[in-house]
């Protein structure tokens, strides 16, 4: 997989993940919190990786950890939302998986060269 589809999937993820946000929390009261807090952060770190900015692919892998256990405190304290829960965990997931892949291959590249 080149690092561009590798970008195109990682925005389409990030994306999905502000929409899931989004669609999650449409009914909260607090709606201008949710958005800057949760839907905010994916949206900026989608146009980052847009513009093919190192530093976003970074943030997201930091973000995505937070992601991930919000994901899974969600799915184990509120049943009644743990398909939303479960959705965020995967895409969590996948995002640390495509930020790691650039690194991975370096790191595991250069232990061959030796």
């Not at 190192?54 to 943030?59: D, E, G, K, S």
């Not at 304290?77 to 965990?89: F, G, K």
């Amino acid at each position: 997989m080149s690092g561009r589809s590798r970008d195109l999937i990682l925005a389409l993820a990030l994306a999905l993940l502000a929409g899931l946000y989004a669609w999650w929390f449409r009914a909260d009261r607090h709606l201008l919190a949710v958005a800057l807090v949760f839907v905010a952060p994916p949206v900026l770190l989608l146009l980052g990786i847009l513009a093919q900015r190192a530093v976003a692919r970074f943030w997201a892998g930091v973000l995505a950890l937070f992601w991930f256990s919000h994901g899974v405190m969600g799915a184990w304290s509120h049943r009644e939302t743990a398909l939303y829960a479960w959705v965020e965990i995967l895409l969590a997931l996948l995002i640390v998986a495509l930020v790691s892949v650039p690194g991975m291959r370096a790191r595991f590249a250069a232990k061959k060269a030796r």
